[in-house]
T-cell receptor
Framework: SQQGEEDPQALSIQEGENATMNCSYKTSINNLQWYRQNSGRGLVHLIL?????REKHSGRLRVTLDTSKKSSSLLITASRAADTASYFC?????????????FGPGTSLSVIP | EAGVTQSPTHLIKTRGQQATLRCSPISGHTSVYWYQQALGLGLQFLLWYDEGEERNRGNFPPRFSGRQFPNYSSELNVNALELEDSALYLC??????????????FGNGTRLTVT
């Protein structure tokens, strides 16, 4: 089973609206990251939030982290057609000797002009 | 600053052949990750190299292997190719994960097609 899972799987909104995506995970983490992937391309890092942080902003992006619920949300405000992409949350497991970054299955966002 | 570069961009092989994919990390990055992304699916963790050593591997058979060279570039080898190996293979690099807070920088991937 996935360490992180995004919800919803797909989201379609009108340009100018806000888009909210959620991520749930199962085990304790060091940090949680959000990435964007345009079709057939590599992933682009959007924002990293540490386990001791609750909220972080970057431009039109707002990320929250609730470690008690093991969940995070990504809010994109005033969406644009260029925001159309897949969005992934990624977590690294809290282990003493090594870790690896695990991605959820992603949310596919379509912003209609 | 040059980003993560992967080669080739596209690779077509037949079943049973071997494929070699290459990745050059961002200068200064010592960790290299490999992920497989089958069409329409999420990223599946394959391998993680740091300082020339394999640190972790995902749930893939041994015919998926790789190595990291002294200049931190990396190679992924897939032996005895099967049709279901067709996917986008993504390489990412970061500073040593001992910091635990280093984002991954991705290349644009190698699209492997097995016929």
């Amino acid at each position: 089973s996935q360490q992180g899972e995004e919800d919803p799987q797909a989201l379609s909104i009108q340009e100018g609206e806000n888009a909210t995506m959620n991520c749930s995970y199962k085990t304790s983490i060091n940090n949680l990251q959000w990435y964007r992937q345009n079709s057939g391309r590599g992933l682009v890092h959007l924002i990293l939030i540490r386990s001791n942080e609750r909220e972080k902003h970057s431009g039109r992006l707002r990320v929250t982290l609730d470690t008690s619920k093991k969940s995070s949300s990504l809010l994109i405000t005033a969406s644009r057609a260029a925001d159309t992409a897949s969005y992934f949350c990624a977590t690294d497991l809290l282990k003493t000797s090594y870790d690896k970054v695990i991605f959820g299955p992603g949310t596919s966002l379509s912003v209609i002009p | 600053e040059a980003g993560v570069t992967q080669s080739p961009t596209h690779l077509i092989k037949t079943r049973g052949q071997q494929a070699t994919l290459r990745c050059s990390p961002i200068s200064g990055h010592t960790s290299v990750y490999w992920y497989q992304q089958a069409l329409g699916l999420g990223l599946q963790f394959l391998l993680w190299y740091d300082e020339g050593e394999e640190r972790n591997r995902g749930n893939f058979p041994p015919r998926f292997s790789g190595r990291q060279f002294p200049n931190y570039s990396s190679e992924l080898n897939v032996n005895a190719l099967e049709l279901e190996d067709s996917a986008l293979y993504l390489c990412a690099s970061s500073f040593t994960t001992g910091v635990h807070n280093s984002p991954l920088h991705f290349g644009n991937g190698t699209r492997l097609t097995v016929t």
